[in-house]
C-alpha cells in the first residue's frame, strides 16, 4: 500500500487544518489508517485512528474535542480535521495503516504496514 499525505502548512494558533492521505496498491488486508506525528526532538506519537468501515476511532488525549477523523472509502482516503490548533501541534504527520485495529488503533503500538512521507505542519504563535 501506497500512502501520500497532503494538507500540511502554516498556520496561526486556534487556526484550522485539513491533512488527506490518500493510499493507493493493494488496501484489501488494511483494517485500520491513521496519523502519527513527530515533533523536534521528541517521538513519534500516535495522534488518531480509525477503522477500515469508518465506524471506530481512537484519539489521543492530547488532541480529543479538538481533532477529528474520517474517511471516504470511495477515494481510499483518510482525512485528519485539526481545529483550535496550537503550538504544540507543530509537527510532521504521518499517514500510517495496519493490517489489525487492535494493535494499531487500541493498543496504539506502532503500526506494522504501510507509512507515508510525512507532510509539515507549523502552528505560530
Not at 502519527?36 to 492530547?62: F, L, M, W
Amino acid at each position: 500500500v501506497h500512502l501520500v499525505e497532503s494538507g500540511g502548512g502554516l498556520v496561526q494558533a486556534g487556526g484550522s487544518l485539513r491533512l488527506s492521505c490518500a493510499a493507493s496498491g493493494s488496501t484489501v488486508k488494511i483494517n485500520a489508517m491513521g496519523w502519527y506525528r513527530q515533533a523536534p526532538g521528541k517521538q513519534r506519537e500516535g495522534v488518531s485512528c480509525i477503522s477500515r468501515s469508518g465506524g471506530s476511532t481512537n484519539y489521543a488525549d492530547s488532541v480529543k474535542g479538538r481533532f477529528t477523523t474520517s474517511r471516504d472509502n470511495a477515494k481510499n482516503t483518510v482525512y485528519l480535521q485539526m481545529n483550535s490548533l496550537t503550538p504544540k501541534d507543530t509537527a510532521i504527520y504521518y499517514c500510517a495503516a495496519d493490517e489489525s485495529y487492535q494493535r494499531m488503533c487500541v493498543q496504539w503500538r506502532v503500526p506494522l504496514g504501510s507509512w507515508g512521507q510525512g507532510t509539515q505542519v507549523t502552528v505560530s504563535s
